[in-house]
Nanobody, 126 residues
Framework: QVQLVELGGGSVQAGGSLRLSCSVS????????MGWFRQAPGKEREGVAD???????TYADSVKGRFTISRDYANNTLYLQMNSLKPEDTAMYYC????????????????????WGQGTQVTVSS
């Protein structure tokens, strides 16, 4: 059974940085894609970034140039480095894993990633 546990959320002022991590237990094949989603109160869940087995990242336009996704295969951990944070980045952030090649593309086409973490809250104040 795959379990994803997010850590690293918190409160920060605008312009600050946070680093989220997602610890994976169970077995996630290296061929799987992993990614991050977020959901703000009253808004739909949206894809933030994903990374495939070739370490190719994909980012939502809203975070390009500010967020960096990375993956540590040896330690089964996924990261999201978030810089230049804005109040509109405030949301619950979720780690995901899926057998597809691209989680963001999967979600945009109506699909749903196989595995989700419980989420970690990020709050950015102005």
């Amino acid at each position: 059974q795959v379990q994803l546990v997010e850590l690293g959320g918190g409160s920060v002022q605008a312009g600050g940085s946070l680093r989220l991590s997602c610890s994976v237990s169970g077995y996630v094949y290296s061929s799987w894609c992993m990614g991050w989603f977020r959901q703000a109160p009253g808004k739909e869940r949206e894809g933030v970034a994903d990374i495939d087995s070739d370490d190719n990242p994909t980012y939502a336009d809203s975070v390009k140039g500010r967020f960096t996704i990375s993956r540590d295969y040896a330690n089964n951990t996924l990261y999201l480095q978030m810089n230049s944070l804005k109040p509109e980045d405030t949301a619950m952030y979720y780690c995901t894993a899926d057998t597809s090649r691209g989680i963001l593309k999967l979600y945009d086409s109506g699909g749903y990633p196989n595995y989700w973490g419980q989420g970690t809250q990020v709050t950015v104040s102005s």
